[in-house]
């Protein structure tokens, strides 16, 4: 993942040494703005979420979701490029979303 350096994510994740990922369905862009932003404070209130295997929290509703320990963190000019050993993983039928070229669109089915 690439986390803006600034980003008040960023050094949980440094000093939590793992992380979770959530690959959100095509109906959550509401959620992908909401955390898309600083501050991360109140970021989770109001949405659904649950504790994964290995501790990481993750959303509801998401396509997919992946929970991995920190292995390396490299420099990508304001961000950091944060590379994970994915540890747990789960999948949903619900079809995932990506943003690109300034919308959100879906992938899959």
Known sequence: VCIDRGSDTHEKIL??????IS??????????SRFGVDPSEGRFDGVGWHVGPSGCPLLKGAA???ECDLHEVHSGGDHSIILGLVR???VTDQPSMVYHEGAFVSVGP
Request: aromatic share 10%; glycine share 14%; net charge negative.
């Open 88 to 90: 747990e993983t789960g």
């Open 15 to 20: 000093e939590a040494h793992r992380f979770g």
């Open 23 to 32: 690959v959100l369905a095509v109906d959550q862009a509401g959620v992908a």
């Open 64 to 66: 997919a979701w992946l």
